[in-house]
Nanobody, 120 residues
Framework: QVQLVESGGGSVQPGGSLRLSCAASGRTFSDYTMNWFRQAPGKEREFVAR????????TYTDSVKGRFTISRDHAKNTVSLQMHSLKPEDTAVYYCAASGTYYSIEFDYWGQGTQVTVSS
């Protein structure tokens, strides 16, 4: 079992920054690709970013490229999402999820989510 707990959400004005964190406990953290998803009100959940178990490979959805950076700290068993130049359309509940392989479409574990609101 892996437990995932997100933190760092909040309210910010357009153009601002936030840093989300996902703390993992349980099985070996480095075994898992870590993913960030988000779900806006009335919309389907969408992929945001992922990072490989080693941290050497990352992938982003086009809408966040150049603004968001995913990273992981194996010593602390955390994965972070640094978000800059936030836009109102980034408003959503953000979830971290663990998957066994890099391009897996199945996710073994999910966090409870953290709200990000971008509004003036």
């Amino acid at each position: 079992q892996v437990q995932l707990v997100e933190s760092g959400g909040g309210s910010v004005q357009p153009g601002g920054s936030l840093r989300l964190s996902c703390a993992a406990s349980g099985r070996t953290f480095s075994d898992y690709t870590m993913n960030w998803f988000r779900q806006a009100p009335g919309k389907e959940r969408e992929f945001v970013a992922r990072i490989s178990g080693s941290g050497g490979r990352t992938t982003y959805t086009d809408s966040v490229k150049g603004r968001f950076t995913i990273s992981r700290d194996h010593a602390k068993n955390t994965v972070s999402l640094q978000m800059h130049s936030l836009k109102p359309e980034d408003t959503a509940v953000y979830y971290c999820a663990a998957s066994g392989t890099y391009y897996s479409i199945e996710f073994d574990y999910w966090g409870q989510g953290t709200q990000v609101t971008v509004s003036s």
